[in-house]
């Protein structure tokens, strides 16, 4: 059976054949090939080829989850946390896919508190993002400060009143 690898080797001739500049297509060849060490819990060689496709393409978001991913599950807490937090200054319109990850990580590290700071990025760069707002109320009403949670709440429901959550947190504060 053809593997990723012989993929690889017949994307890496068409480009050349192509003339083609970008190596970018060969960054999800890459990724793949990451993917197989990754589901045999190889996670040290996934994450060099990992690191490989964002040397292709350095916008990949599917990569920078899957080094904080292999960190993550290492338990390397800290590592991860700081791997999906590249992601967020690499390609900040996809900040909001690492929130949920990056919660679960400073709260084993002991450092939820960062949440916020990491919210305040993703929105600096878009913001109107949904899960990034969300969390942010989320934040601050744990911190019992419900009046800034029901400010966020409120301009959440006023750009997005389809958002079910968002709805159902406000009335409840």
Same mark, same amino acid.
């Given at each position: 059976?053809?593997?990723?690898?012989?993929?690889?080797?017949?994307?890496?001739?068409?480009?050349?054949?192509?003339?083609?500049?970008?190596?970018?297509?060969?960054?999800?060849?890459?990724?793949?090939?990451?993917?197989?060490?990754?589901?045999?819990?190889?996670?040290?060689?996934?994450?060099?080829?990992?690191?490989?496709?964002?040397?292709?393409?350095?916008?990949?978001?599917?990569?920078?989850?899957?080094?904080? +991913?292999?960190?993550?599950? &290492?338990? *390397?807490?800290?590592? #991860?946390?700081?791997?999906?937090? %590249?992601?967020? /200054?690499? =390609?900040?319109?996809?900040?909001?896919?690492?929130?949920?990850?990056?919660?679960?990580?400073?709260?084993?590290?002991?450092?939820?508190?960062?949440?916020?700071?990491?919210?305040?990025?993703?929105?600096?760069? +878009?913001?109107?993002?949904? &899960?990034? *707002?969300?969390?942010? #109320?989320?934040?601050?009403?744990? %911190?019992?400060? /419900?009046? =800034?949670?029901?400010?966020?709440?409120?301009?959440?429901?006023?750009?997005?009143?389809?958002?079910?959550?968002?709805?159902?947190?406000?009335?409840?504060?």
């Amino acid at each position: 059976a053809l593997g990723w690898d012989d993929a690889y080797d017949t994307a890496v001739m068409l480009l050349k054949i192509e003339g083609n500049k970008s190596k970018k297509p060969l960054a999800s060849f890459k990724f793949h090939m990451g993917e197989e060490l990754y589901k045999k819990r190889e996670y040290h060689k996934a994450r060099v080829l990992y690191k490989e496709a964002l040397g292709f393409d350095p916008s990949y978001v599917a990569a920078y989850l899957a080094i904080g +991913d292999s960190y993550f599950e &290492e338990k *390397r807490y800290e590592d #991860a946390v700081n791997f999906w937090n %590249k992601l967020i /200054t690499a =390609v900040p319109n996809q900040g909001h896919q690492v929130i949920e990850r990056l919660k679960k990580s400073l709260y084993t590290l002991g450092r939820y508190g960062e949440i916020n700071q990491i919210c305040e990025d993703i929105l600096k760069h +878009d913001p109107r993002n949904l &899960e990034a *707002r969300l969390c942010l #109320a989320e934040f601050h009403e744990k %911190k019992g400060e /419900t009046e =800034v949670a029901e400010e966020i709440l409120a301009g959440v429901v006023e750009d997005y009143p389809q958002d079910i959550h968002a709805v159902a947190n406000l009335i409840r504060i």
